[in-house]
């Protein structure tokens, strides 16, 4: 990972919580680094800078800037920061108000932790003799840069997506996986429901690889860890189908701004990958989700096929 794009997943990460709640719009961001005590003068003059750089480009492209913030010497180096913006009550909208019959969309594929450790693995013959039957040295590669322009990609153009087509609640997917996430949403919610998820978007090979590697991480069961994750939203059933064509449609940057010229492809994917139903406030995989490989960027007829997938709600299954 290029030390400019560390400094841009940060910023991404630190910006869904307010995307989370439909606030596309931040009044100010600070940068909290921490630079790892085992560093020399001369590396850290060379590191820490390129990423502040990436982190202050992605604020620029989320319409923000970072105004300050706080260095510290660490083990490690981190990076992170906070978001904060004073907005009007029809700003954002409550993460409580899904209703049974709302359906489950995802706007970023899952399967981050995994194309990054197998990335690792490439260097490492007794855990890469685990998967190579699975993937070969070239996916791993072009598994890993999907997953770092998943991370660096803002989840603005979603959270605006979610006032035009009435989004009932949401939350982003970080380190709690999908699953932890849902049901801390599940939770927060009003009405008795319950969320079931039956489609699990996920980087191509990255299902294989974990199990190959002995139900590694927990991705088909939603525990892998996700790092600038997309949002999981509930929407009335007849506006999910939009959504994820607009998403598709809407023409975005690295980072997520909409409309910039150079943007990536199309726009950003989003799969329908649930349904709420009534229920205790919980939220459950069912035994046998359908995976939907999701392709690395270039490869249309699988782009077309992967696109295919938002074309209706999932029905209820019996598990």
């Given at each position: 990972m290029?030390?400019?794009?560390?400094?841009r997943i940060a910023c991404a990460?630190?910006?869904s919580?307010?995307y989370?709640m439909?606030?596309t719009?931040c009044?100010?961001?600070l940068?909290?680094l921490s630079v790892?005590?085992?560093?020399?003068e001369?590396?850290?003059e060379?590191?820490?800078p390129l990423?502040?750089?990436?982190f202050?480009?992605?604020?620029?492209?989320g319409?923000?800037?970072?105004t300050g913030?706080?260095?510290?010497?660490?083990p490690?180096?981190?990076?992170g920061?906070?978001a904060?913006?004073?907005c009007?009550p029809n700003?954002f909208?409550?993460?409580?108000n899904?209703v049974p019959?709302?359906?489950?969309?995802l706007?970023?594929?899952?399967?981050?932790?995994?194309?990054?450790?197998a990335?690792?693995?490439?260097?490492?013959?007794?855990?890469?003799n685990?998967?190579k039957?699975?993937?070969s040295k070239?996916?791993v590669?072009?598994?890993?840069?999907?997953?770092?322009?998943?991370?660096?990609?803002?989840?603005?153009t979603a959270a605006?997506?979610m006032?035009?087509?009435?989004a009932?609640?949401a939350?982003d997917i970080?380190g709690?996986?999908?699953i932890g996430h849902?049901?801390?949403l599940?939770?927060q919610q009003?009405?008795?429901?319950?969320?079931?998820i039956?489609?699990?978007?996920?980087?191509?090979?990255?299902?294989?690889?974990?199990?190959?590697?002995?139900?590694?991480?927990g991705l088909?069961q939603g525990?892998?860890?996700?790092t600038?994750?997309?949002l999981?939203?509930?929407?009335?059933?007849?506006?999910?189908?939009?959504?994820?064509a607009?998403m598709k449609?809407?023409r975005?940057?690295l980072?997520g701004?909409?409309g910039?010229?150079?943007g990536v492809?199309?726009?950003?994917?989003?799969?329908i990958?649930?349904i709420?139903?009534?229920?205790?406030?919980?939220?459950?995989?069912?035994?046998?989700?359908?995976i939907?490989?999701?392709?690395?960027?270039?490869?249309?007829?699988?782009a077309?096929e992967?696109?295919n997938?938002?074309?209706?709600?999932?029905q209820?299954?019996?598990?």
């Open positions: 290029s030390i400019l794009l560390q400094g990460n630190v910006l919580d307010l989370a439909g606030i719009e009044d100010n961001m940068m909290l790892s005590q085992k560093m020399n001369k590396e850290r060379q590191v820490m990423m502040m750089k990436g202050r480009d992605a604020a620029e492209e319409g923000t800037s970072v913030g706080q260095t510290v010497i660490n490690w180096i981190i990076v920061g906070v904060s913006v004073v009007q700003d909208i409550m993460p409580e899904a019959g709302d359906v489950l969309v706007t970023k594929p899952l399967g981050t932790q995994v194309a990054v450790n990335h690792q693995w490439l260097d490492i013959p007794e855990k890469w685990k998967i039957l699975v993937i070239e996916e590669e072009q598994a890993y840069q999907e997953a770092m322009l998943n991370m660096a990609t803002l989840n603005r605006a997506l006032h035009k087509f009435n009932h609640a939350t970080t709690f996986g999908i849902a049901r801390n599940a939770q009003r009405n008795d429901v319950a969320f079931v039956h489609n699990l978007p996920i980087i191509s090979k990255m299902a294989a690889i974990s199990k190959a590697g002995g139900n590694l991480f088909l525990t892998s860890s996700e600038s994750g997309g999981l939203i509930c929407l009335p059933r007849e506006q999910a189908a939009r959504f994820c607009e449609s809407s975005v940057g980072s701004a909409v910039q010229d150079g492809g199309d726009g950003q994917q989003a799969w990958i649930g709420v139903e009534k229920g205790s406030r919980c939220a459950r995989i069912i035994d046998k989700p359908r939907i490989e999701v392709p690395y960027r270039g490869s249309v007829v699988n077309q992967a696109s997938n938002n074309a209706s709600p999932p209820v299954q019996q598990t």
